[in-house]
């Protein structure tokens, strides 16, 4: 199911610069599942043509509050009525001060007044507008109505001017859109979850690693930021942006994840072992880049601490045990070395990737799991984007247990992340 199947959302254009850029972000909505309806002010019509917001929302695209066509449907009542949120972007400082006055004079304010929907609204404007007095009052104002506001970014602009005042990204927005739309499952819970490879190092510039990229236990932190969460994110090196709200602790080596992830273990109601933790390490660190030699190299490992292991050892001696999940990645007896799995370290569920198809586990974006939980249910899934994966195992977690009281975590085998 795709993340915002059935979700009505209304998506107000106003006049500025920065109104193409939403043309992918309407595309995007419309890959979630979303249903999309665009209302431009005057202005923003003057940027990108309504006929661009129709082809791509494949709905009409609504200007003016007097259009004869709508008449009998009052378009600024029936629209605020059946849209279950309303993300105005780009929004003018005109447009803003509209709304922050409560002013009615264009069909996209009044549509937001008479609305229940949430209201997100993305400033995009030249920075010192931006800066000035009266703009941030009136942003403070629509914070006080309860509007999501969400802060520009700093850049340059196409004034040419340098400030706050961009549009941010469309990721930064999707995941507030997301979170608006949830149901906050996860509110006043914390989080725990890591993610990404290990680095363990034989020299200065090499290393023993593996092939995880992270994406799994990033789409899990995203998401449940979305639901509210606190989420803190221990990660090992990823190309991935940590997504907006973590708190996110960089790592390199098995060692250094366990000390900060043993460090956070009292304040996590929940804690994802997503990352592929480095089983073994070597013994002995060259400080000086190995030479070649003609008799090859032969190297000494040890063993890491098992992470996940010592969580499972530990956390009934809390009085509220967290719940906790852990990851493994088999290529082989999927089931039955995931359920030993569960056991041997006290999971409350593990979610077994299965690593044998090209098109699922490690470093790329979809994912076949299956979920195995502490009383023997079991839920298979089918190949999904790990986004999806990820809504749906905080779907089965939320759904069976009131959190915290079970467990999740993921295997440390160095082979278990993607
Ligand atoms: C080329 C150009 C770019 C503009 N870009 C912005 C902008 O990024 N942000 C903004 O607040 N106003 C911008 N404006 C000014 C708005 O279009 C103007 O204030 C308009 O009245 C906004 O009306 P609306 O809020 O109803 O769309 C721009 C104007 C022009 C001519």
Known sequence: MPLLDKKKILCGVTGSIAAYKVCDWVRSLKRDGADVTVVMTEAGSRFVSPLTFAALTGNKVYGGMFDPEDAETIPHISLARSHDLILIAPATAQTIARLAHGLADDLLSAVVLAGEAKVVV??????????????????????????????????????????????????????????????????????????????????????????????????????????????????????????????????????????????????????????????????EVARQKVKKTEAGLTISLMQNRDILHKLGEIKDDRPKPPLLIGFAAESENILENGRQKLQKKNLDYIVINDISADDSGFAVDSNRVTILDRHGRQTDLPLLLKEETALRIWQEVLGSESVPSGKIGQDEGADNEQ
């Not at 927005?173 to 979850?193: D, I």
């Not at 890591?194 to 899990?220: C, H, Q, W």
């Not at 990660?235 to 991935?240: R, Y």
């Open 122 to 283: 993305c400033p995009a404007m030249n920075s010192k507008m931006y800066l000035h007095a009266a703009t941030q009052e009136n942003l403070a104002k629509l914070r006080k109505y309860g509007y999501l506001v969400i802060d520009p970014e700093h850049g340059s602009m196409a004034c040419g001017e340098e400030g706050p005042g961009r549009l941010p990204e469309w990721d930064q927005v999707r995941n507030s859109v997301l979170g608006a739309l949830s149901s906050g499952e996860l509110a006043g819970k914390t989080v725990l979850v890591t993610a990404g490879p290990t680095e363990e190092p034989l020299d200065p510039v090499r290393f023993i690693g593996n092939r995880s990229s992270g994406k799994m236990g990033y789409a899990l932190a995203a998401r449940a930021v979305q639901l509210g969460a606190n989420v803190i994110l221990v990660s090992g090196p990823s190309v991935l942006t940590p997504p907006h709200g973590v708190a996110y602790v960089k790592v390199r080596t098995a060692s250094e994840m366990y000390s900060e992830v043993m460090a956070r273990f009292d304040v996590a109601d929940i804690i994802v072992k997503a990352a592929a933790v480095s089983d073994f390490r070597p013994v």
